[in-house]
């Protein structure tokens, strides 16, 4: 009876992680589309560099927040953590929000700082999540499996929220304001105000995480493991892999200019679309992949998967923008049909690949570290930055160079994610007690 009742409680408490990784994409991925109409207002002429700087305040928040985050999990639980998190975004939002009534360089500002602020919130909800899935799986295969399932709830909130902006938009001018995509933040108000609600009355126990005297916790660190330390680097670059692909693809297939894809008819709402299918195709690679992940390694995936969006980035970089193919889209409630350049369907197929790396690198990453588990996951929190980093380099490369030259820079970190499968994900460090 006990058994079958702990049994219950961890059902639960996986529904509960579940939902609460699909309001981090809802969140994070509000940043890009807004971005458009940000960098299309006279004050900031079009740069796609400041266009992208609401994302990379929503990922600086993780550089300040993701090591005291993982203290906070240690020391209020679970729970405590989650609703804290949920009340940080309820006001980051809100204050996204307000930023609609400033005009000019002031609302921008107060943009940027509510993006900041969902950042913290966001990045503690990651916290929790994370390592509560695969500690709930038993790690190994099995909790790999679970933060794959939870990533196709993440994906779903993440093909649907630039989706909704581009079609609350059309086709972006510099009369285009923030106000015009209230909707979409009053959604997310609503689902904080209801998340915080129902959370509080879901019981979630704290799995136990190794609770050890102060001094047998600082016999040694995360970072005393090379595949640790390998793959806190390698969650930096991911999450810049993939925010930038179809963050730059977004502001590729809307701009209007000779820079841009040169898309007739509403520019934002197919780049809108266009992006919002990247994400749906990494909720269908997350969806697969967790019913494979018990037969398939973690090892095995990552080699694979960076190998081929390794050569879709090159063929992309190398086509002409001439070359165009009729590409199915999703608009939120069917599938459409829209002209875009060949390389917009190539870095859209790259979402099949990114759908199965964050998982895969946190469960290679964490391997046989046992109570240094909650410590590595805030110090992988504050690596999450890297999705705010490396966005704003590649855009800066695009206004200088071109959107696709820039892909040089999910290129190389690829390689990068393609040598730590390879090789240094391995544990060289069994010697070190963990128990």
Known sequence: MKQTKQQNGNIVAIIAMMFLYAMIAFVTNLAAPIGVIWKNQPELMGSNMLGMMGNMMNFLAYLFMGIP???????????????AAIAVGFIGVFIQYLSGFPTGLAGFWVYLLGAFISGFSVCMLNTVVNPMLNLLGGGGNRGNQLNLI???????????TPML?????????KDTAISDVNLVLYIAMVVFACAFLILSFTPIADPEMGKTTQDTVFEHSPWAFRHCTLGVIGIFVYVGIEIGIPGTLNFYISDMSDKGAGVLGDAAAIGGFVAGTYWLLMLVGRFVAGFIADKVSSRVMMMTVSTVAIILILAAMFSSKGTTTSMPVFTGSSFAMVTVPISALLLVLCG??????????????????????????????????????????????????GYMISYIVPLIALAYLLFYAVYGCKNVNKDIPVD
Do not use: H, R
């Open 352 to 401: 099949l690949c990114t759908s199965v790396m964050w998982a895969s690198i946190f469960n290679l990453a964490t391997e046989g570290l046992g109570k240094y588990t909650a410590a590595a996951s805030g110090i992988f929190m504050m690596m999450v930055v890297g999705g705010g980093v490396l966005p704003l380099v590649q855009n800066y490369i695009a206004d200088k160079a």
């Open 69 to 83: 985050a993982g203290k906070l999990l240690v020391k209020i639980g679970y729970k405590k953590t989650a609703l």
């Open 165 to 173: 902006v581009g079609a609350l938009v059309g086709t972006v001018t």
């Open 150 to 160: 939870g990533g196709t709830c993440n994906s779903l909130a993440g093909t649907l």
